[in-house]
């Protein structure tokens, strides 16, 4: 009696290894979603897994790396198989002129203008230029700034947040809040399949809620593979980084911090008054008996003026308490340039010739298009008047704050704003 139960308790031990070693397999394949699992997975001989031949382990692997890379690889060419028949069938279904259905953005008011696109020429010589710029102050021993000599592997895995990965087409974006960010985690969203509606995969990307687009749960980012590939996170990591095209989108840093400014305290924003705009009033501005709720502060006329936002983030308090906000934290602080080998280099600036010249380079134009920008971006020329009541010390110190994004990314030094 007693050798039965150890039997059957032999089977179920048993059992329940080989169904975690299943379930382990098929995580380190390296996709985003089980549809895509059972649908590029091929037969192998009963037990074995692709690339170890049989009586070999993790340990006898001769190079990690070699063997994950061809998982992907062949993850790939079967994913670009299913990309083009999905293609066929929306050019069939989809229009030439994405629907504007979220009141928000109807609100904002798109522009759907023509523009003049830059020619192909144009852009690979603009890109080549961008990257030129990028790799030689990366580069250079004598421009220094904080985190610029450490290498990708002593990157915590909560700085790799804002790194989007798409496996079915090969796409790792870096968002940058501020930096039409919204748009293009929706056009990530659209490509990787990652949300449904009704069951059915987003195809045009203005139909994708705001709430949806920024929830974290909707897109696969680098910080969440160690839960998913354990030990083996960086490797993939690594191997994606080389394999996958990487792009970017970036910004004049000042105009950044008064497009955040305008966004998050001029407009009645609960939790970005709770966590900033009240201690800045305590400390900045002197107010004791400040409103609980954002309504009833402007409604009294307590805001936070952009003085208040400058001193805020000069004040050496600031990051002790905690890190800068994503929406005013440096560029090279959430993409990590100088670490990471960006591909293709767009700007707010040119967003929407870039934007178009990037889905061409991705081969998914046919696809989808990027939505149009809106009217009301904050312009660059507004600088001098924003800046007019900052005094000169605290506009030099803050240029030496944002120092990197302005020389790593090409935009020029605001003198006009750094001298009397």
């Known amino acids: 009696m007693t050798k039965a139960r150890l039997l059957r308790l032999s089977v179920v031990l048993v059992s329940i290894f080989m169904i975690l070693l299943i379930i382990v397999y098929w995580d380190n394949v390296g996709t985003a979603h089980f549809y895509l699992h059972t649908s590029i997975s091929r037969p192998h001989s009963p037990g074995a897994i692709p690339g170890i031949t049989a009586g070999e382990g ?98 915590p895995n909560y700085e790799l947040n804002h790194l989007i990965v798409d ?29 449904l509606d009704q069951g059915v995969p987003y195809r045009n990307p203005l139909d994708i809620p705001r709430e949806h687009v920024h929830n974290t749960s909707t897109h696969l980012t680098f910080n969440k593979f160690w839960r998913r590939y354990g030990k083996f996170s960086r490797h993939l990591m690594k191997i994606k980084l080389k394999k996958y095209t990487k792009f970017l989108f970036v910004r004049d840093p000042f105009v950044r911090l008064i497009s955040a400014f305008r966004s998050k305290f001029e407009l009645e924003n609960e939790e970005f008054y709770q966590r900033f705009a009240i201690p800045m009033l305590k400390l900045y501005s002197n107010h004791t008996n400040i409103p609980i709720s954002v309504r009833e502060a402007f409604r009294a006329g307590f805001k936070v003026s952009f003085s208040d936002f400058i001193q805020y983030l000069l004040d050496p308090r600031t990051e002790k308490v905690v890190p800068f906000n994503e929406h005013w934290r440096q560029i090279y602080r959430l993409c990590h340039p100088c670490q990471i080998d960006y591909d293709f280099i767009g700007k707010l600036e040119t967003l929407d010739e870039d934007a178009a010249y990037l889905l061409q380079l991705l081969k998914v134009d046919r696809l989808l298009r990027f939505p149009p920008s809106y009217r009301n971006r904050t312009a660059s020329s507004w600088e001098e008047n924003w800046f007019a009541k900052i005094p ?13 994004d302005f020389v790593l990314f090409g935009y020029p030094k605001p003198e006009n704003l750094l001298k009397d």
């Open 58 to 155: 993790w340990e006898a692997l001769p190079d990690v790396d070699e063997f994950l890379a061809k998982l992907l690889s062949s993850n790939l060419k079967q994913n670009n198989s299913m990309h083009r028949k999905a293609e066929q069938q929306l050019l069939v279904q989809g229009s030439t002129k994405p629907v504007v259905s979220n009141l928000e953005e109807n609100v904002r008011g798109y522009d759907w203008s023509a523009h003049n696109d830059r020619n192909s020429w144009d852009q690979e010589k603009l890109q080549i230029e961008r990257q030129r710029t990028l790799r030689e102050f990366c580069a250079n021993s004598s421009f220094t700034f904080p985190t610029k000599e450490r290498s990708f592997d002593d990157i």
């Open 167 to 195: 496996d079915r087409h090969g796409v790792i974006y870096c968002y940058v809040p501020k930096v039409a960010c919204t748009n293009w985690k929706r056009v990530m969203i659209v490509l990787s399949e990652s949300l």
């Open 392 to 404: 000169l010390a605290w506009r030099q110190q803050l240029y030496k704050l944002y120092e990197a």
